[in-house]
């Protein structure tokens, strides 16, 4: 398996919600949170560190996420719309090569 870089080490363990200030339990139930989930995933997910597009789940909620698709279609778009608070369209489109809006 690749090791991460430092600069992701960092990142990971930095990393912060715009939709959540508590980090520690499940935005959806209020359980103990498992894992980290970084909304906009694949190429996109230093990205959705580095804006705050991270969600604190519980492993039930997490696979919610993961099964889901609608769901996470939803959460792209309320991501968007809070980037688009601050910035373009064009700089979102620049950045996650998508519109979800």
């Known amino acids: 398996m690749k090791n991460k870089t430092n600069k992701l080490k960092k990142l990971e363990m930095s ?3 715009i939709f959540i200030d508590d980090l ?3 935005y ?3 359980k ?3 894992d980290l989930h970084e909304i906009l995933y694949g190429a996109n997910r230093r990205n959705s560190m580095k804006y705050g597009f ?3 789940l519980c492993r039930e909620h997490h696979r919610m996420f993961h099964d889901n698709h609608k769901l996470t279609l939803d959460w792209c778009k309320k991501c968007q719309k809070r980037f688009e608070e601050e910035h373009t369209r064009e ?3 620049k950045i996650f090569y998508r519109n979800y809006l």
């Open 15 to 17: 990393r912060v919600s």
């Open 24 to 26: 520690r339990e499940c």
């Open 28 to 30: 959806f139930c209020r």
């Open 32 to 34: 103990q949170r498992e």
């Open 54 to 56: 991270v969600l604190p």
């Open 91 to 93: 700089e979102w489109i």
